[in-house]
């Protein structure tokens, strides 16, 4: 295996259906994930993020364009590229009749792992993912969050050189995920690479190494989240509801990012006072923090990652 994991060039992904406009999901992305790298795909519902998973795991074949795992194109030669692979597909649920300890071991042995292996990974995984109360239970009579977590524990126990996870941690509770971010931080020290899709920013903030916005199907920018928050141009943001119709008095204190009806600032420190100042007047009520992923997004998109 080579040292660059996943490379995509020009990828295209278009979808056509009789009687209705085609739809470009992927407009020509071009990536790279180094081997036991972390990797997020960071954007809204409908960006492209899952598209491009899709293809990437030889789920789907891509109108145009190449991605190569490991230096083997998926598209060309999926049956060399699934061994090394394993997806937590967004829809993906256990079997209704099989219990998370039997959907775990299951799939283990259908990869041609041993029965020794086998059970010994799914138990660690089954109690990384809080799942031993929950073992021996049906699929079919477990909440949602739980056959979530069942789904991950049945791919981190693969420990496959490239896990996929698409949305990992929805309808999962805080601690759940937290449980879910730990261990595939371990993984990927093992060795495994891990590219996920989220669109939580304090999942790609927390988990990811590097991470690529996406918007309408192509890549806007990458980097760290670090870098990504320094690139906004302050550190500090003052944010008004109801202020982008005032938007003109603010431009002279920093990068300001209309979001909706509301209003972000990007100042530095020794603007505030000044800042607060002109809100007050103007009416407006401002609350203040730190920068975040979240303005960084904005900065990027114009919108904010919930917005419909």
């Not at 995984?125 to 073992?135: H, I, K, N, P």
């Amino acid at each position: 295996m080579t040292d660059l994991a996943l490379r995509s060039v020009g990828l295209r992904k278009t979808y056509r259906t009789k009687g209705s406009p085609p739809v470009e999901a992927l407009a020509g992305v071009t990536l790279e994930v180094r081997s036991g790298e972390r990797v997020a795909l960071l954007g809204r519902n409908g960006a492209g993020k899952t598209t491009f998973l899709r293809i990437a795991s030889t789920l789907l074949r891509p109108t145009a364009g190449a991605v190569e795992i490991f230096g083997v194109d998926v598209d060309q030669h999926p049956e060399r590229v699934r061994p090394y692979i394993a997806v937590v597909p967004q829809e993906g649920k256990p079997f209704f009749h099989l219990t998370p300890r039997e959907q775990v071991y299951t799939y283990l042995r259908a990869r041609g792992l041993s029965r020794e292996t086998g059970k010994a990974r799914a138990e660690a995984a089954l109690e990384a993912m809080g799942l031993t109360d929950f073992a021996d239970r049906l699929a079919i009579t477990l909440s949602g969050g739980q056959r979530q977590r069942t789904m991950v524990a049945t791919v981190l126990a693969t420990e496959a050189p490239f896990l996929f996870l698409d949305e990992p941690t929805i309808g999962m509770d805080p601690f759940a995920r937290r449980s879910v971010w730990a261990s595939l931080r371990a993984l990927s020290r093992r060795g495994s690479t891990i590219m996920l899709t989220t669109h939580y920013l304090d999942e790609a903030d927390e988990l990811s190494e590097r991470l690529y916005i996406i918007d309408r199907g192509v890549v806007r920018v990458s980097g760290t989240s670090e870098e990504l928050k320094r690139s906004v141009g302050g550190t500090l943001k003052v944010h008004m509801p109801g202020g982008a119709a005032e938007i003109e008095r603010f431009r002279s204190f920093g990068r300001c990012v209309p979001d909706g009806t509301g209003l972000t600032v990007i100042a530095a420190p020794e603007r505030l006072g000044e800042l607060m100042g002109v809100a007050v007047a103007a009416h407006l009520t401002a609350t203040v923090g730190p920068v975040t992923l979240e303005e960084a997004f904005l900065n990027v998109v114009g919108r904010s990652i919930d917005e419909e």
